[in-house]
């Protein structure tokens, strides 16, 4: 059996920048995402340096689909990493009618939509006794923001259903971790404002933000961790930002 390393959100931003952190050491990629092209892009350009990379469209909060995946990879291989990077911040901004209705979204990616993905690979870990589940939370799972009220929501969301899971996981060689990002320079801001998602220049942010190849590498750390080290939250922040969280 091959051993894959499964990547929610890997057509963009922080996601794509893991897939090519894990690519450049040699780890078999499972990459997900809805953008199909995309997400074959990246697996072309990873594929060129020799590591096995699968495209796998799918949309997390979609449990059944989700589910079929397990399915799939069970049958070619062990998941012995998974990163949930999947997730936006649609409806950002003032509690009105627009913004209001986009809230249940917010937490069906980006927390249901991890608890979709953990449910259908996380028992194979335990079967095996042996895996790495990373979480990509945010510093708004550990404050709040006025203009982020569903976004904080799902985020604290993710972070108590992660660190729940890890006390019954107690005892146990599977590893949970969490990593809370401040601003990351990725197409974040843009689909939260209900935008065509795109990079928004470096130059053009008031702060140096952090880059998504940043927050890729220190999820590398975390990956490359002897076991039975388990980072469990982190949270990393550009030094200019004080003022969220
Ligand atoms: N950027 C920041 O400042 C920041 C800070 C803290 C935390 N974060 C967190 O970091 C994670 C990654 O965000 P990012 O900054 O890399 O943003 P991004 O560039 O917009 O990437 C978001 C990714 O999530 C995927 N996605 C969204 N909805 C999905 C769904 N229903 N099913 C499957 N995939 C879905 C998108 O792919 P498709 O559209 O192709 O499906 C895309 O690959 C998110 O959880 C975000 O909350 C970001």
Redesign the pocket.
């Known amino acids: 059996m091959k051993r894959v390393a499964i990547i929610?959100?890997?057509?963009?931003?922080?996601?794509r920048a893991v897939a090519r952190w894990l690519a450049a050491r040699g780890h078999s990629l499972l990459l997900?995402?809805?953008?199909t092209e995309?997400l074959e892009a990246l697996a072309s350009e990873l594929r060129a340096s020799g590591v096995t990379v699968e495209v796998r469209p799918?949309?997390?909060?979609d449990a059944v689909a989700v589910r079929a995946l397990a399915a799939d990879v069970a049958t070619w291989a062990h998941a012995e990493v998974l990163v949930n990077?999947?997730?936006?911040?649609r409806g950002w901004g003032p509690p009105e009618p627009s913004r209001v209705e986009q809230w249940p979204g917010v937490v069906e990616?980006?927390l249901v939509?991890a608890m979709n993905m953990v449910g259908a690979f996380l028992p194979g870990m335990r079967e095996r006794d042996a895996g790495h589940i990373v979480n990509?939370g945010?510093?708004f799972a550990l404050g709040t923001v006025a203009d982020g009220a569903a976004y904080a929501a799902s985020k604290h969301g993710l972070r108590a259903f992660t660190l729940a899971l890890r006390q019954a996981l107690a005892g146990s060689r599977v590893r949970l971790s969490l990593v809370h990002?401040?601003?990351?320079n990725?197409?974040?801001g843009s689909?939260a404002g209900g935008r065509e998602?795109r990079d928004v220049p470096v130059e053009k942010w008031p702060y140096r933000p952090l880059l998504?190849e940043e927050v890729a590498e220190t999820i590398g750390w975390i990956l490359e961790r002897p076991p039975p080290v388990e980072i469990t939250e982190l949270v990393i922040r550009p030094t200019a930002e004080r003022q969220f969280g």
Request: one cysteine or more.
């Open positions: 929610t959100g890997a057509s963009s931003g922080i996601g997900v995402a809805r953008r995309r799918c949309d997390v909060t990077a999947a997730g936006h911040g990616v980006n939509g990509v945010s510093i990002p401040g601003s990351v990725t197409e974040f689909v998602p998504a």
